[in-house]
Structures are given as C-alpha cells and as structure tokens.
C-alpha cells in the first residue's frame, strides 16, 4: 500500500534515509527512523547505488488524470453549497443522482453514480440523511410534555 503525502514529501523521505545508510547506519535501522519498511529501504539503496541521487526522485503518479480539475472540484463545491433548489430541483436535497446530473451538466464530463460518492468523499464531504419528522410536528407541545409530562411518568430510581 502506498503511503500518504505528496510527491515531494515523499521524495524527501527517501533522501533522508539516503544521508542515514550514507552515515552506515543499516537498512533496519534506517527503516525505523524514516517509518517505511525495511524492504522499502533495500529498494532505495540500491536505487542510490546504480543510479545514484536521481535513482530517489519522485516519478509521476502511474493513472488517468481525473477528469474534474481542483478549479472544477472548487465550483463544485461552490455549486452544491447554493443548494438543490438553486440548481433547479423540487427540494433541497442533494442526492448522488443529483450531483452526478450538476457535474454532467456543468462539466459536461459524466460519472458512474458510485464514483461520484468516491468523489465527494475525497473532497471531503460526507453523506448526510435528512432527520424525518412529520411535518405537523409542534416543538412547543413536544418541549411541554418533556418538562412536565415526562418527570411524573418517568420511574425513579428505588432507593
């Protein structure tokens, strides 16, 4: 699995671990210090052996570049934070279908229903369910049968 932090912190760690062997201190010793296994460690040294200091630089991330960009996630989120009604919908509840339409139409670039919940996650936002009430609800009878009612029905502790 690979390990969080950007390209260049990561790049950092292994040139850290560099000056460590460098100083002959041993692949376990190192792998302690820099948190990353010992394998990993192995793998670098002998990077830094054939290639030298350019054998521990970041490479590119292997994958497809996402079709939303970070400027295209901003509006997004600028977007949904306006509201379901203010994008055309009968209430004001996001769903996945929903965002999965805005993104669509907005963008013009069309996900799977499931990876959009992906990508709101790693944007940060969560799903959240709407708390069902009915819609005759009275707080303030509510509020009066909990300070009045509730204590005389409610059993006390024998003592």
């Given at each position: 699995?690979?390990?969080?932090?950007?390209?260049?912190?990561?790049?950092?760690?292994?040139?850290?671990?560099?000056?460590?062997?460098?100083?002959?201190?041993?692949?376990?010793?190192?792998?302690?210090?820099?948190?990353?296994?010992?394998?990993?460690?192995?793998?670098?040294?002998?990077?830094?052996?054939?290639?030298?200091?350019?054998?521990?630089?970041?490479?590119?991330?292997?994958?497809?570049?996402?079709?939303?960009?970070?400027?295209?996630?901003?509006?997004?989120?600028?977007?949904?934070?306006?509201?379901?009604?203010?994008?055309?919908?009968?209430?004001?509840?996001?769903?996945?279908?929903?965002?999965?339409?805005?993104?669509?139409?907005?963008?013009?670039?069309?996900?799977?229903?499931?990876?959009?919940?992906?990508?709101?996650?790693?944007?940060?936002?969560?799903?959240?369910?709407?708390?069902?009430?009915?819609?005759?609800?009275?707080?303030?009878?509510i509020e009066r049968w909990r300070k009045q009612a509730w204590p005389r029905?409610?059993?006390?502790?024998?003592?």
């Amino acid at each position: 699995m690979r390990i969080k932090g950007t390209p260049a912190e990561l790049e950092a760690r292994r040139r850290r671990a560099a000056v460590l062997l460098g100083q002959g201190k041993g692949v376990n010793e190192v792998a302690r210090l820099v948190g990353a296994s010992s394998s990993s460690v192995s793998r670098w040294k002998t990077a830094l052996r054939k290639r030298g200091p350019e054998g521990l630089k970041s490479r590119p991330h292997p994958g497809r570049r996402p079709r939303l960009s970070k400027a295209d996630k901003r509006r997004l989120v600028s977007l949904l934070k306006r509201g379901a009604l203010a994008a055309g919908y009968p209430n004001d509840l996001w769903t996945c279908r929903r965002v999965t339409d805005l993104i669509g139409k907005t963008f013009n670039v069309w996900y799977d229903l499931n990876h959009v919940g992906r990508i709101l996650h790693s944007m940060g936002l969560s799903v959240q369910k709407p708390e069902a009430r009915a819609r005759e609800r009275d707080e303030a009878a509510i509020e009066r049968w909990r300070k009045q009612a509730w204590p005389r029905i409610k059993k006390t502790r024998a003592g």
